[in-house]
Structures are given as C-alpha cells and as structure tokens.
C-alpha cells in the first residue's frame, strides 16, 4: 500500500511536520485548538509574572550556553550536522522566548516611576 500523504519534497512545508521556521527544519504546533502562541501569558496570575519572566530569561541563558558549546564543537568538526540543527532550533526557541516576556513585560505596571509608588 502507498502512502497517502503528499510529501511535499522541496516545498517548505509538511502538513505532518508542522511549519518550516528555519531552512529545512520544521516545528509542529501541538498546543490544543484556541491556544495561540502567547495565550498562557494572559492566564497568568499577573503576581506570578516577575517569576515567569526571570525563568525565561534562565532559558534563554541556558540556551545560549549550549549554543557557545556547540559553536565550539562545530570548529572541531565543522560537518557535524546535528550540532547545526541544534544551533538553529535554539535560535527559534530563544526568539520565540524573547516575545514571550516582552508580551509579559506589557502585563507589568512599572515600578519605577513615581506614579506607580503613588496612591493618589
């Protein structure tokens, strides 16, 4: 029996796959129906936003870690692909990161301005 999917070979996207969101590698968006991308950020307990945004950011940091240590590796042996693949996911997972806590960010009253301390 033949296979029932058009593969798509060389169009850029694969309806099993998920979209292309870097050359030639793709990310499924598994969230259930109604879920956009930031729709967490709004069910958020707003007192738990600072938290939130500072455990991004340890993700983001964590990731940029392991991109230097497979930056380095790939001067070793520069025709590991996996390495390169790796790169390029965290690169997406560290800008989709980014846009996460800059929609947190909006959800945050400044604490800085003199109108925030003031009750009246």
């Not at 129906?33 to 939130?52: A, C, K, S, V, W």
């Not at 983001?60 to 991109?67: A, H, Q, R």
């Not at 980014?98 to 959800?107: A, N, S, T, V």
Request: with cysteine; glycine share 6%.
């Amino acid at each position: 029996m033949s296979c029932q999917h058009d593969h798509g070979h060389g169009m850029g996207h694969h309806p099993d796959w998920g979209s292309e969101v870097h050359d030639g590698i793709y990310m499924r968006d598994n969230r259930p129906n109604g879920m956009g991308p930031h729709t967490y950020n709004r069910e958020l307990d707003p007192r738990l936003i600072p938290d939130e945004i500072k455990r991004l950011q340890r993700v983001i940091e964590k990731l940029e870690e392991s991109n230097a240590e497979l930056q380095a590796a790939l001067q070793e042996d520069p025709t590991e692909q996996e390495f390169k693949i790796a790169v390029e996911e965290n690169l997406v997972v560290i800008a989709r990161t980014k846009c996460k806590i800059r929609e947190l960010e909006k959800r945050t009253p400044c604490k800085c301005s003199p109108a925030a301390d003031d009750d009246g």
